[in-house]
C-alpha cells in the first residue's frame, strides 16, 4: 500500500543570532491511509514542527528546510507556493490544534467561522453551507447544533470548541488530519470523550491521523503504531503494542519508567541531565550524553532507524551488540 | 491517631456573580471539612473549575473564609492578632504550577530564596547567604545558580527554586498546587522524587492539589475528590484507587488513558461539568450520574462514614445502607 504521507530525511534549521538551531535533523515518517500514528516526546523534541512542515506553516524568513521530502499523496510538498498550500489547507491536510480557544476566532459565531471554510473549499452556496455545519456539529455529538451555530466560542466550553475545530478539520472531506496535542488542555472525561469521538469519526470517513502528544497512554489507547522522537530525531517506531511493551531505545525505555506506575511504590527513574541546547548538538547520537549504555560509536556517529523486528525500527548503536 | 496539623470545618467560599444583575453568589467551596496530619500527604482531586485551587488559597489564607473555619494546631486564624498571624503564615508555603510565573523575573535566584528568610527576622546577611546556599542543595542545585535569572533556567530548575523557596523557613505544611503539570515527564519524576525526599527529611504536609491521578497516587497517603465544590469522597490512597465508591470516582478513575493498548478506555461519563449558570439543584453530579434518582435530583447527600478511612458523598450509599 501507497503511504498517504511520507516524510523522508527531513531536515529543518532556525536562523538565529547565535547560529543554526537544528530542530529537526532527518526525520522519517510513513502515515498510511486511515492509520492512527502517535508522534510522542518531549517539549521541544520538534513534534509540533514536524505537522507544521507539513502544512507549509514554516516561518518563511527564519525556518530552513536544508533537505528532504514531504510526499503527499505521491506528489512533493516542499517547494510549493503558499496559494497551493491554501488550496490543501483544511480542504485535503487539516489540522486540530492544543488551545480551541485560540484556533477559533472570538468575535466571530460559529456558524460563521464553519460557513466560511465550507463555501471555499466545497463551493456551497451560503444556505448550504448553513445547513451542513448544522450537521457536521451533530455528527461531533453537540446537542442543539442550532443554538450553537449562533454562540461565540467563549459561550462554549473547552470540549465543545475541541469538538467544533474537529467538526471544522474533517467538514471538507480531508484525508489527513493533523492533531497537535488535541485533549492536553482537556479534563480526564472530556479527553476520554474527545479521544472516542475522533476514533469514530476517523475511522468512520477512513481519515489518517497524526496524533502529536507528549502522552504515552493517549497513544496507547488510540493508535496503531507510535514514533518516539528526541531533539529533532525519531529514535524508535513501530506498532504501539510492541514500542510499549517491548521498548528498544533507551530513551524510550526512560521515558515509560518516568511515568508513575500505580502498580509499584517505588521511586520514580529520572533521566538524567536535561535536553541539549540545538544551537550545539551533542555529536553522534543526540542521546549519548543521557544515556547509560553509552559507547564510543554513539559519541561519534549518528545512528540510522533499523528493522529490529516487523515494522519496528530502532535508532540506536547497542541494537548491533544484540545481533 | 495523630492530631491534625490543619483541619478544616465545614469551609465555605462564595464568589459574587458579576454580571448576572441578580445578586447570585458562586459557591466555589463548599462546606469543605477534611484533615492533614502532620509528615502526611492529601490528594486533592478533580477537573477544572472544581474549586481545588480556590481551597488551597483558604488553606494559605490567600483569601476570606465565607463561612466554617480554619484550625492550624488547633488555633483559629481567624481569632489571632497580626503578628501571631504572621508567625502562622510563615508555617504554611505554597509551590504554584507555573514556576515562569511565581518567580520574579528581575530577581537573581539568591535573591528570590533569600526574600522570605529577611521579611521574616534573619537579620545577619551572612546566616542568610549560608541558609539559601544550603537549602539550594538541599533541592539539588549548586552554587553556580545563585547568581543567575530565573530566564536562565529550565523549567524543572525553577521549579526547585521554588520549592527551596517554599521550605526556606521550615513549615510544617506546603500547598503543591499542580507542582508538576507544566513539566515533561522525565522532569516531573525528578520534582516528584524531590518531594518525597524533603517530605521524609523535614516532615512536611502536603496538600497536593493535581488533576493528574497517577502522580497523586504515586505521592498521597489519602485522596480527596472534589467536584462542583464538594468532596464527593475522601480515603485512603489505596482504598480510593481500588475500590471507588461515588459514581464520580469511579468514571474519573475510568477515564484515565491506560498505558497498556488492551485495556480500552472504559465508558466515559456524558455531559459537561455544570456551570455557575446552570448550578444543579441537588447533588451535583446528577446530571451526568447513571444512577440518579428523584432524590437526587432534589436533595444534596452530605459526606458520611462508610468505613474506617472512607468517607463518600452520594444518596446511593445511604440508600444501600438503609435496605
Known amino acids: 500500500m501507497e503511504p498517504l504521507l511520507k516524510i523522508s530525511d527531513l531536515h529543518v534549521g532556525f536562523l538565529s543570532y547565535a547560529g543554526v538551531a537544528r530542530v529537526l535533523n532527518g526525520i522519517d515518517i510513513e502515515l498510511f491511509p486511515g492509520e492512527f500514528l502517535g508522534l510522542v516526546g518531549e517539549s521541544g523534541s520538534g513534534k509540533s514542527l514536524t505537522a507544521n512542515a507539513v502544512l507549509g506553516l514554516l516561518p518563511a524568513r527564519s525556518a530552513v528546510i536544508s533537505k528532504g521530502s514531504i510526499m503527499f499523496e505521491g506528489k512533493e510538498l516542499i517547494g510549493r507556493s503558499e496559494k497551493e498550500f491554501q488550496g490543501l489547507r483544511g480542504k485535503k491536510i487539516s489540522m486540530v490544534f492544543q488551545e480551541p480557544m485560540n484556533a477559533l476566532n472570538p468575535s466571530y459565531k460559529i456558524g460563521k467561522q464553519m460557513?466560511?471554510?465550507?463555501?471555499?473549499?466545497?463551493?456551497?452556496?451560503?444556505?448550504?453551507?448553513?445547513?451542513?455545519?448544522?450537521?457536521?456539529?451533530?455528527?461531533?455529538?453537540?446537542?442543539?447544533?442550532?443554538?450553537?451555530?449562533?454562540?461565540?466560542?467563549?459561550?462554549?466550553?473547552?470540549?465543545?470548541?475541541?469538538?467544533?475545530?474537529?467538526?471544522m478539520a474533517l467538514s471538507c472531506g480531508s484525508q489527513l488530519l493533523l492533531a497537535d496535542e488535541p485533549t492536553t488542555a482537556l479534563d480526564v472525561t472530556i479527553q476520554a470523550q474527545i479521544l472516542r469521538l475522533m476514533k469514530e469519526t476517523a475511522d468512520q470517513l477512513g481519515?489518517?491521523?497524526?496524533?502529536?502528544?507528549?502522552?504515552?497512554?493517549?497513544?496507547?489507547?488510540?493508535?496503531?503504531?507510535?514514533?518516539?522522537?528526541?531533539?529533532?530525531?525519531?529514535?524508535?517506531?513501530?506498532?504501539?503494542?510492541?514500542?510499549?511493551?517491548?521498548?528498544?531505545?533507551?530513551?524510550?525505555?526512560?521515558?515509560?519508567?518516568?511515568?508513575?506506575?500505580?502498580?509499584?511504590?517505588?521511586?520514580?527513574q529520572s533521566i538524567p541531565g536535561s535536553v541539549p541546547n540545538l544551537l550545539s548538538p551533542p555529536a553522534g547520537c543526540r542521546f549519548h550524553p543521557r544515556c547509560d549504555l553509552v559507547k564510543k560509536t554513539c559519541r561519534e556517529l549518528r545512528p540510522q532507524l533499523t528493522t529490529v523486528s516487523e515494522n519496528h525500527y530502532v535508532a540506536c548503536w547497542r541494537e548491533e551488540d544484540h545481533v | 491517631m495523630f492530631k491534625p496539623l490543619l483541619s478544616l470545618q465545614r469551609v465555605g467560599k462564595e464568589f459574587p456573580a458579576r454580571g448576572t444583575g441578580k445578586g447570585l453568589s458562586y459557591k466555589a467551596v463548599n462546606e469543605v471539612s477534611l484533615d492533614i496530619c502532620p509528615g502526611e500527604t492529601v490528594g486533592l482531586v478533580g477537573e477544572s473549575g472544581c474549586g481545588k485551587s480556590t481551597l488551597g488559597y483558604l488553606v494559605l489564607n490567600l483569601l476570606d473564609l465565607t463561612s466554617g473555619e480554619i484550625l492550624f494546631e488547633g488555633q483559629n486564624f481567624a481569632n489571632l492578632n497580626k503578628d501571631q498571624q504572621r508567625a502562622l503564615k510563615s508555617q504554611i508555603q505554597i509551590v504554584f504550577q507555573d514556576p515562569q510565573s511565581s518567580l520574579n523575573p528581575r530577581f537573581k535566584i539568591e535573591q528570590i530564596v533569600e526574600e522570605p528568610l529577611r521579611l521574616n527576622g534573619w537579620r545577619d546577611k551572612q546566616k542568610r547567604k549560608e541558609r539559601v546556599r544550603q537549602l539550594l542543595d538541599k533541592v539539588g542545585l549548586g552554587e553556580e545558580y545563585l547568581a543567575r535569572f530565573p530566564h536562565e533556567l529550565s523549567g524543572g530548575q525553577r521549579q526547585r527554586v521554588a520549592i527551596a523557596r517554599a521550605i526556606s523557613l521550615n513549615p510544617k505544611l506546603i500547598v503543591l498546587d499542580e507542582p508538576t503539570s507544566a513539566l515533561d515527564v522525565s522532569v516531573q519524576a525528578q520534582i516528584l522524587n524531590l518531594l518525597k525526599k524533603l517530605q521524609r527529611d523535614l516532615n512536611l504536609a502536603?496538600?497536593?492539589?493535581?488533576?493528574?491521578?497517577?502522580?497523586?497516587?504515586?505521592?498521597?497517603?489519602?485522596?480527596?475528590?472534589?467536584?462542583?465544590?464538594?468532596?464527593?469522597?475522601?480515603?485512603?490512597?489505596?482504598?480510593?484507587?481500588?475500590?471507588?465508591?461515588?459514581?464520580?470516582?469511579?468514571?474519573?478513575?475510568?477515564?484515565?488513558?491506560?498505558?497498556?493498548?488492551?485495556?480500552?478506555?472504559?465508558v466515559e461519563v456524558e455531559g459537561e461539568i455544570p456551570t455557575l449558570h446552570?448550578?444543579?439543584?441537588?447533588?451535583?453530579?446528577?446530571?451526568?450520574?447513571?444512577?440518579?434518582?428523584?432524590?437526587?435530583?432534589?436533595?444534596g447527600p452530605e459526606l458520611q462514614f462508610i468505613k474506617e478511612g472512607h468517607w463518600v458523598s452520594c444518596n446511593a450509599m445511604s440508600r444501600g445502607r438503609k435496605e
Not at chain 1, 134 to 148: A, F, G, M, S, Y
Not at chain 2, 208 to 217: D, E, K, M, Q
Not at chain 2, 240 to 247: A, E
Not at chain 2, 278 to 299: M, Q, T, V, W, Y
Request: glycine share 4%; hydrophobic share 40%.
Open chain 1, 115 to 167: 460557513v466560511e471554510i465550507l463555501k471555499l473549499h466545497k463551493g456551497l452556496s451560503n444556505k448550504e453551507a448553513k445547513a451542513e455545519a448544522v450537521r457536521w456539529l451533530t455528527q461531533v455529538h453537540i446537542q442543539n447544533p442550532e443554538k450553537v451555530v449562533k454562540e461565540y466560542p467563549y459561550e462554549l466550553s473547552g470540549g465543545m470548541r475541541q469538538r467544533v475545530l474537529l467538526a
Open chain 1, 207 to 268: 481519515t489518517s491521523v497524526l496524533l502529536i502528544t507528549h502522552d504515552l497512554a493517549v497513544v496507547a489507547q488510540t493508535c496503531q503504531r507510535v514514533a518516539v522522537m528526541y531533539c529533532g530525531n525519531i529514535v524508535e517506531s513501530g506498532p504501539v503494542t510492541k514500542v510499549l511493551r517491548e521498548p528498544r531505545h533507551p530513551y524510550t525505555k526512560a521515558l515509560l519508567k518516568a511515568l508513575p506506575n500505580p502498580d509499584s511504590e517505588t521511586e520514580l
Open chain 2, 206 to 266: 502536603f496538600l497536593f492539589i493535581s488533576h493528574n491521578l497517577a502522580v497523586v497516587r504515586h505521592l498521597s497517603n489519602k485522596v480527596a475528590v472534589m467536584y462542583f465544590g464538594r468532596i464527593i469522597e475522601l480515603a485512603d490512597t489505596n482504598e480510593l484507587f481500588n475500590n471507588p465508591l461515588h459514581p464520580y470516582t469511579k468514571v474519573l478513575l475510568q477515564s484515565i488513558p491506560n498505558i497498556n493498548p488492551e485495556k480500552p478506555l472504559l
Open chain 2, 278 to 299: 446552570k448550578s444543579p439543584l441537588g447533588c451535583s453530579f446528577h446530571s451526568r450520574c447513571s444512577i440518579a434518582n428523584d432524590l437526587c435530583r432534589e436533595a
